[in-house]
């Protein structure tokens, strides 16, 4: 399989997003006390799944290298969003990822999803992403692929917070 299909890789990490993409950022507080969970559960692609997101990785858990295929959808009707995670955090104070896109996938950029506790001890889940359309289906989709990238980020901080309530 061939390398990401985007410049400015780890982008998502240091917030530097680049000029001229489609940039995503949502932030949710999540219960205090739920770092290690939450944590636990975006590394080992549980939020995903959790989410609804078919997951399927060379590894058990979010490493430099690793790949993924998310789908999206059922049948043929899902959509496959290859993709590989390009930076890890996992440091007692933030735990998350970042992962970028692969030939295959209907857009190109870079997507993070971490876990932190700021200095008054609560807890954030965030989602960041710049991405520009790859092929005919995102073109396609318009407005409407941009709004389901942003539901997308918001739905899984919706579904961090009910497995953070469950733990």
Known sequence: MAGLTYPDVGATRTGDLPAGWRHVHHRVRLPDGCLDTAGAAVLGWRLHRAAGIRMTADAPRAAPGVRVVAGLGVGPLRLRAPCEVVWVVDDGQRTGFGYGTLPGHPARGEEAFVVSRDDAG???????????????????AGPAGRAFQGAYAWWLGRTLRRLCARR
């Open 122 to 140: 609560h807890i954030w889940f965030e989602v960041t992403a710049f991405s520009r359309p790859a092929g005919w289906q995102m073109r396609a």
